[in-house]
């Protein structure tokens, strides 16, 4: 659960933005999107090897 605590005599548009980006940093969004639609196993693991392959060349780019 995301919250905040106001601080004294503090704006509520900078209490909303930190919020927000406290809300972004959870990972919340992230976790209901990929909640929201089912993917096979074989699909994910397809993708996890993809992503782990474009890792390695950026790591290897800047080296």
Request: glycine share 4%.
């Amino acid at each position: 659960m995301v919250g905040i605590t106001l601080q004294e005599s503090e704006n509520i548009d900078r209490a909303l933005k930190r919020f927000k980006k406290k809300y972004e940093r959870s990972g919340i969004l992230k976790e209901y999107k990929k909640r929201t639609f089912y993917t096979k196993p074989s699909v994910e693991k397809r993708m996890n090897e993809i992503k782990a392959k474009r890792r390695a060349s950026k790591e290897n780019r800047h080296d």
